[in-house]
C-alpha cells in the first residue's frame, strides 16, 4: 500500500513518517503534504491507499479535505491525527476508517493500519472482487510445515522455523525474547549468546519471506516480536475459528516436531 501522511507541522509530518517506516518497512511509498492542497495534488499524482491527516489545518480543514481526497480517489482509507479529541464524531462521519490521538504513538499507528488492511482483505484492493487466496498456506496439524505455492518455505536454520511455528502458537500477539529463548532451548541455561541468536533467526525470517516477496511478515517492537497471521491460512488458527474443515481434518496432532506444542495440543483436545 501506498501512504501520504499530512499536517501543517513539519516536526510532527517527519515523526509520524518515521513512525510509519518502523511499521511498513523503509521500501514503502510514502508520500509528504504540508497543507491540504499538496495533499491533494500528492493525491492526484500517486493515489495513495491510505492517509494520515491532521484535522485543524489552515486553509481548509481535515474533514473537508477528506471529502476533496475521496473526490479524487474514492477508494483511499482516511486515518485522522489530531490533538483534539472533540473532533472524533464529526470525523466518524466522514467514514475514516481511524481517529488517533496526537502525539501518535506505534501502538495506534499499528492498529490503524491493521484495521484497513483487515477491511480491505474483506472488500478487496481498490474496491474490486473479494481475493480470498493468501500467500501462505500453514499446516499445524500433525508436523509444523509452511508452504508458499505449493512448496514448503525453506529457512536457513531449524530454529527459525521454529520460532515461526511458535508466533503461530502464539496467534500472532507480540511475544517476548525472554519467552522466545525459554521456548525454543527449553531447559538449556540462557545467556547472552542466545539473546543475540534470536536476532539472527530473525534475520533469517525475514529474508525467507521477503525472498517469495512477502514483506513486513515479522514484526518487532521493544524486545517483542510476532507474526502476521493475516497472509496465512492455517489449519489450527482456522480450527479456533470455527472452521468445519480445519475441524475435520484435526487428527488429535498439533506441531509434533516440537516439544512446547503439547500444552496447546491439550487445549485442542479439550475443545474437541
Known amino acids: 500500500m501506498k501512504y501520504l501522511v499530512v499536517d501543517d507541522e513539519k516536526i510532527i509530518v517527519e515523526g509520524m ?139 536457513a536454520r531449524k530454529k527459525s522455523k521454529e520460532m515461526v511455528a511458535y508466533l503461530i502458537d502464539r496467534k500472532g500477539a507480540m511475544i517476548s525474547t525472554g519467552e522466545l529463548r525459554s521456548a525454543l532451548w527449553e531447559e538449556e541455561e540462557d545467556n547472552e549468546e542466545k539473546k543475540g541468536y534470536i536476532r539472527v533467526l530473525a534475520n533469517d525470517i525475514r529474508k525467507s519471506m521477503e525472498d517469495i516477496g512477502i514483506s513486513n511478515f515479522l514484526r518487532n517492537d521493544m524486545d517483542c516480536y510476532s507474526v502476521d497471521v493475516n497472509v496465512m491460512s492455517c489449519d489450527y488458527l482456522n480450527y479456533l475459528n470455527g472452521d468445519e474443515q480445519a475441524k475435520n481434518s484435526f487428527a488429535e496432532e498439533y506441531m509434533s516436531q516440537y516439544p512446547w506444542a503439547e500444552v496447546t495440543l491439550g487445549v485442542l483436545l479439550d475443545m474437541s
Open 17 to 155: 513518517v518515521d513512525t510509519l517506516k518502523e511499521i511498513v518497512g523503509d521500501s514503502a511509498a510514502i508520500y509528504k503534504a504540508s497543507d491540504p492542497f499538496e495533499a491533494m495534488d500528492q493525491m492526484a499524482k500517486y493515489k495513495p491507499d491510505v492517509v494520515f491527516s491532521d484535522v485543524d489545518m489552515p486553509g481548509m480543514n481535515g474533514l473537508k479535505l477528506a471529502e476533496q481526497l475521496h473526490l479524487i480517489n474514492p477508494d483511499a482509507d482516511i486515518v485522522f491525527a489530531t490533538g483534539y479529541a472533540h473532533y472524533s464524531l464529526d470525523a466518524w462521519k466522514t467514514e475514516a476508517k481511524a481517529f488517533i490521538l496526537k502525539p501518535v504513538s506505534k501502538e495506534d499507528m499499528m492498529a490503524a493500519i491493521e484495521r484497513i488492511r483487515k477491511s480491505r482483505g474483506r472488500t478487496g484492493e481498490g474496491g474490486g472482487q473479494v481475493d480470498q487466496s493468501k500467500p501462505l498456506e500453514v499446516k499445524c496439524f500433525g508436523n509444523f510445515e509452511i508452504f508458499h505455492n505449493g512448496s514448503p518455505v525453506h529457512f
